[in-house]
């Protein structure tokens, strides 16, 4: 069993910062790409970040700038530093991770989620 535990979340005014920190914890071989999305209400789930395990990173253009996703990559974490925070960057935002249990058995998985509120 493989989990991603977000921690970081919170409620902070326009103009602030979070880092949010995902960590995967269970029987891993190693971890492939992963990444942050996050789904504000009505809407759909779309991607912030990801990064792959060499460190190649891709943004989502609203946040290009202002968000910078970084990994660990000993303890199996993944970081979303997140300035200039702005209210339409409030959301539920998930972990994902791509998780090898075996050289060749790969599982995506999902953390539950930590809310961003950003007042304005």
């Known amino acids: 069993q493989v989990q991603l535990k977000e921690s970081g979340g919170g409620l902070v005014q326009a103009g602030g910062s979070l880092r949010l920190s995902c960590a995967a914890s269970?029987?891993?071989?190693?971890?492939?790409?992963m990444g942050w999305y996050r789904q504000a209400p009505g809407k759909e789930r779309e991607l912030v970040a990801d990064?792959?395990?060499?460190?190649?990173?891709n943004y989502a253009d609203s946040v290009k700038g202002r968000f910078a996703i970084s990994r660990d990559n000993f303890k199996n974490t993944v970081f979303l530093q997140m300035n200039i925070l702005i209210p339409d960057d409030s959301a539920v935002y998930y972990c994902?991770?791509?998780?090898?249990?075996?050289?060749?058995?790969?599982?995506?998985?999902w953390g539950q989620g930590t809310q961003v509120t950003v007042s304005s």
């Open positions: 994902n991770a791509d998780v090898f249990r075996s050289d060749w058995y790969k599982q995506t998985i």
């Open positions: 269970g029987s891993i071989f190693r971890i492939g790409d």
């Open positions: 990064i792959t395990s060499g460190g190649r990173t």
